[in-house]
């Protein structure tokens, strides 16, 4: 009988430390919505019509990460991935329309020339635990695959950014990071888009195709 009652006496120490522990990270839990406007690039309009696949998993996308003996971190950045990334193609090619998927639908097989998926393939952060760190940094990956409308891959390519900012409030500072991470993105496909081999190759095909049926347009 006193062999029963020493275990419950550590059943019942073991829960209040689980309720106790429970408590302690639900008050150290730190949430951050990531909001903010982004700049248009100034960059030559492409002369071809995408259609883009934003699916569920970059548009809700929510990065969870419990560091020991500081806090949880859960970190919303679905809004501001759709927001950056439609800005930034709306400018970057003449024509853009939502796609579910490829191959395309025989109504956007003949209206569009390729279909851009784009998905956040790496979030990392690292938020400071002494006071000697000075800084929140992060780093973020991206990668957009180019599709002809047929569904035949053009490239994928990946696509980094870095950010960082001052410490203050952490979650402050973490949102900063991330916005400046994610300029740098937006700055780099804006850019450097049109440079990619695969997809020089490929615009400059689109150029030759609308070239030749200027110069032999289709009679009845």
């Known amino acids: 009988m006193e062999i029963m009652r020493i275990s419950r006496h550590r059943s019942i120490a073991t829960g209040l430390l689980g309720v106790l522990a429970g408590t302690y990270l639900v008050g150290c839990a730190s949430v951050v919505t990531i909001e903010a406007e982004f700049p248009t690039p100034v960059v030559e309009t492409l002369p071809v019509r995408i259609g883009l696949i934003f699916d569920e998993a970059l548009t809700s996308y929510e990065y ?18 759709e927001t950056m990334l439609g800005g930034l193609f709306d400018t970057m090619f003449v024509e853009t329309r939502a796609v579910d998927a490829v191959p395309l639908t025989p109504t956007d097989l003949y209206n569009l020339d390729g279909v851009l998926r784009t998905e956040l393939e790496k979030f990392e ?8 760190d000075e800084f929140v940094e992060v780093w973020m990956q991206y990668r957009l695959t180019l599709y002809e ?43 450097r888009f049109a440079e990619q081999p695969e997809i020089e190759y490929w615009l400059q095909e689109r150029r ?8 032999f347009p289709l009679t009845n």
């Open 149 to 191: 409308p047929d569904g035949a891959l053009i490239v994928e390519w990946p696509v980094s950014g870095y950010g960082k900012s001052e410490t203050g409030k952490s979650e402050e500072a973490l949102h900063r990071a991330t916005v400046v991470a994610m300029r740098e993105v937006g700055a780099a496909i804006s850019t």
């Open 208 to 215: 030759n195709a609308a070239a030749l049926s200027a110069d």
């Open 64 to 81: 969870y990460e419990k560091i020991p003996q500081q806090a949880t971190w859960t970190i919303y950045l679905g809004n501001a991935n």
């Open 125 to 132: 952060f690292e938020v400071p635990i002494s006071k000697r």
